[in-house]
């Protein structure tokens, strides 16, 4: 149950499902980051874990996606752009 109030949060939130479990968010500031880490600290389950991890943009340009087909977002906006959500 609170898995799932979690994951809903995630959602409704903006953030991106980019793997089953992974979620990522992308922010403008690092104030941002903070506060929105914050905002998930209040819904964490009382088992499992949660770990939350800040990139910066030039970190995430070097992240290598390796699949067999471009998914739908990759079609839409390519694979260099970078989306706010």
Known sequence: ???TEL???LINDGY?????EVFMRVEDTK???I????????????TGEVRMLILTEK???NCLLCQ????LQEKLVGTKDIVTL
């Open 68 to 71: 067999e087909k471009p998914d």
């Open 35 to 46: 506060k929105h880490q914050n905002r998930v600290k209040s819904y964490l389950p009382s």
């Open 16 to 20: 991106l499902k980019i793997q089953p």
């Open 7 to 9: 994951r809903r949060f």
């Open 1 to 3: 149950m609170a898995y």
């Open 31 to 33: 104030k941002s980051c």
């Open 59 to 61: 970190q995430f340009e």
